[in-house]
Nanobody, 123 residues
């Protein structure tokens, strides 16, 4: 059974940090790219970052570049999203997703999805 388990969300003050984790199972991790998306009510799911598990190629949305860092641990089939200098506009439900081989910014291209973890940035 394919599973993606996102965790690590919470409430943090502006300027603070959180680290999200995405634990994957049930598929060949090295064959997939893992992406992070976020969504707020009433808006379309927004692509945040992606890493290809095979060669570690990384991409970031402009809105998070320089503040977020994606990394992967292939031995643990887990991808992390380190989020620093958080802003109120980063508040959203964050999802991880898996796509075969290559990264995409389109949520429609992803094959498997985790359940989401809430990130709230507020004072």
């Amino acid at each position: 059974e394919v599973q993606l388990q996102a965790s690590g969300g919470g409430l943090v003050q502006p300027g603070g940090s959180l680290r999200l984790s995405c634990a994957a199972s049930g598929f060949t991790f090295d064959d997939y790219a893992i992406g992070w998306f976020r969504q707020v009510p009433g808006k379309e799911r927004e692509w945040v970052s992606c890493i290809t598990s095979g060669d570690g190629t990384i991409f970031y949305a402009n809105s998070v570049k320089g503040r977020f860092t994606i990394s992967g641990d292939n031995a643990k089939n887990t991808v992390y999203l380190q989020m620093n200098s958080l802003k109120p506009e980063d508040t959203a439900v964050y999802y991880c997703a898996a796509e075969l081989l290559v990264c995409s910014i389109r949520f429609q291209d992803y094959d498997y999805w985790g359940q989401g973890t809430q990130v709230t940035v507020s004072s």
